[in-house]
């Protein structure tokens, strides 16, 4: 995968930190070494869990391909980074407080925060979104890159009402919506990839925030008006994309299987791998990357513009769409195009009213 899209060569995240935000499950550390050494990496990554909250490394249920798939995926990407997992209680205050707590972990200093769970804005309350917007928010602001995972259940997000959703904490403005494709390749040359749409149960996410208005960062990209309130223009998810498609997937090792899976869960940190080999490059945190993908990054020809497909509601065309925002990435590119170009700040955003909130879930779930 990052031989396909072209990841900078001569890096391994030496010196970075990557937090992984889980809520259930648990890894194996038998089954890293396994996965690790047979893919060519040895000795495996380092991983350490951090109980937030009175949770814990906890594996043997069904979440434990999420946190597999999750420490695999960015470590295979990162081997030389420490890859820090946070263990919280699937609650709000639980999901919010390991945000908080990685972001300003003073000990594993983590400079990239992946997250490959989440629900539909429809089911969150208020004071939810307001809480973990303001979280992802403070983690930028202290040069965290935070990328979430966009949901697997294509424009309705699972809903099932007939309308167009979008994924809560992916439409932050804060956060780095990562939607999914499905590529096809060998060895570093890219065969095809359009939208990752195997049905409305799996199917990349994005749309248009019915609770955020369209950030400055994306004024240019023509993100179209809501469908559930109309006339609304809101944030528009995803904001960049990778492969998801199980079909075409990823090579997992979980409770001593061998297995292929996908989903945007793989999407979140495999761009969290990468931004970690950036900040190895750079010699400093990128931060808040959205601005800088959307300006300078993208007048390079740092993106692959995904063209075919759809993911239900919307459909993909050159430059930004609601199923794979820019576009997948060309490494190389994009840091070429981050070593001439100055940080950015995060500007003020703040939520509409959401209705009440269910429980967060994988990504894929």
Not at 186 to 198: K, M
Request: hydrophobic share 40%.
């Amino acid at each position: 995968m990052a031989r396909l899209y072209n990841f900078p060569t001569g890096l391994d995240g030496t010196g970075q930190s990557i937090a992984i935000i889980e809520l259930g499950g648990g890894f194996i550390l038998e089954d890293l070494r396994t996965y690790f050494s047979g893919i060519g990496i040895d000795p495996t990554p380092e991983v350490v869990d951090v109980g937030v909250l009175g949770a814990s490394n906890t594996p043997g249920d069904e979440a434990d391909g999420e946190v597999m798939l999750d420490i695999e995926v960015a470590g295979a990407i990162a081997p030389k980074a420490k890859i820090v997992v946070y263990f919280a209680p699937n609650t709000d205050q639980g999901f919010v407080r390991a945000i908080t707590d990685a972001a300003h972990d003073t000990e594993n200093k983590p400079s990239v925060i992946s997250i490959s769970w989440g629900s539909s804005e429809s089911a969150w309350r208020q004071s939810a979104v307001n809480a973990m917007n303001s979280a992802i928010r403070d983690a930028v602001l202290l040069g965290v890159t935070v990328t979430v995972a966009a949901g697997d259940n294509g424009s309705d997000d699972g809903v099932g009402d007939g309308q167009s959703h979008v994924d809560f904490p992916a439409s932050s403005p804060f956060a780095l919506a990562c939607g999914g494709t499905r590529l096809v390749g060998d060895g570093a040359t890219i065969s095809s990839e359009a939208v990752w749409n195997d049905g409305p149960s799996s199917a990349t996410g994005g749309g248009v925030s019915d609770l955020f208005p369209v950030p400055s960062y994306q004024s240019d990209a023509k993100v179209p008006t809501s469908v559930s309130t109309p006339g609304f223009r809101g944030r528009g998810v995803p904001d960049v994309s990778g492969d998801a498609d199980p079909v075409t997937g990823y090579n997992v090792r979980v409770d001593g299987q061998n297995t292929v899976v996908g989903g945007t869960s793989a999407v979140a940190p495999l761009w969290a791998g990468l931004i970690a080999l950036l900040n190895q490059s750079l010699g400093k945190p990128v931060g808040f990357l959205n601005p800088l993908l959307y300006g300078s990054v993208a007048g390079k020809g740092a993106f692959h513009d995904i063209t075919e497909g759809n993911n239900g509601a919307f459909s993909a065309g050159p430059g930004w769409d609601a199923c794979t925002g820019l576009g997948s990435p060309d490494g190389a590119k994009i840091l070429a195009a981050l070593g001439a170009t100055p940080a950015a700040a995060p500007a003020t955003a703040s939520a509409r009213t959401a209705p009440p909130q269910g429980g967060p879930k994988p990504a894929g779930a």
